[in-house]
């Protein structure tokens, strides 16, 4: 565990993996909740939000400054997609036929 003083916005577990996401950039994967190792996200924004994509296995960040993340490979590497607009506070990933994800400034 990283104890810093940066503050964490998420958490999710999914794929028999938990994931944090936080200011400056901050992600953190653990297998039990107990030992984290902080992950390269490749942004200094403050990331708020995090979802699962089951059905293609697929993290989804998104972030302050139109920051979007995605992640294939349970958080390790981070590519960087292009956002349709204001800064993000939350996703949500709805696992239904149609599947979609909603993304939202509250």
């Given at each position: 565990?990283?104890?810093?003083?940066?503050p964490?916005?998420?958490?999710?577990?999914?794929?028999?993996?938990?994931?944090?996401?936080?200011?400056n950039?901050?992600?953190?994967?653990?297998?039990?909740g107990?030992?984290?190792t902080?992950?390269t996200?490749?942004?200094?924004?403050?990331?708020?939000?995090?979802?699962?994509?089951?059905e293609?296995?697929t993290?989804?960040?998104?972030g302050?400054?139109?920051?979007?993340?995605?992640?294939?490979?349970s958080?390790?590497?981070?590519?960087?997609?292009?956002?349709?607009g204001?800064?993000?506070?939350?996703i949500?990933?709805?696992?239904?036929?149609?599947?979609?994800?909603?993304?939202?400034?509250?």
């Amino acid at each position: 565990y990283d104890a810093t003083s940066q503050p964490l916005r998420d958490v999710i577990y999914a794929d028999s993996i938990w994931m944090t996401v936080g200011d400056n950039g901050r992600i953190q994967t653990s297998t039990d909740g107990l030992r984290w190792t902080t992950q390269t996200s490749g942004t200094t924004q403050d990331l708020n939000g995090i979802t699962y994509a089951t059905e293609t296995d697929t993290f989804v960040v998104v972030g302050d400054n139109n920051v979007i993340l995605q992640s294939t490979d349970s958080g390790v590497t981070w590519t960087a997609r292009i956002s349709p607009g204001l800064s993000q506070r939350y996703i949500k990933h709805d696992n239904s036929v149609t599947s979609r994800n909603s993304l939202g400034r509250n």
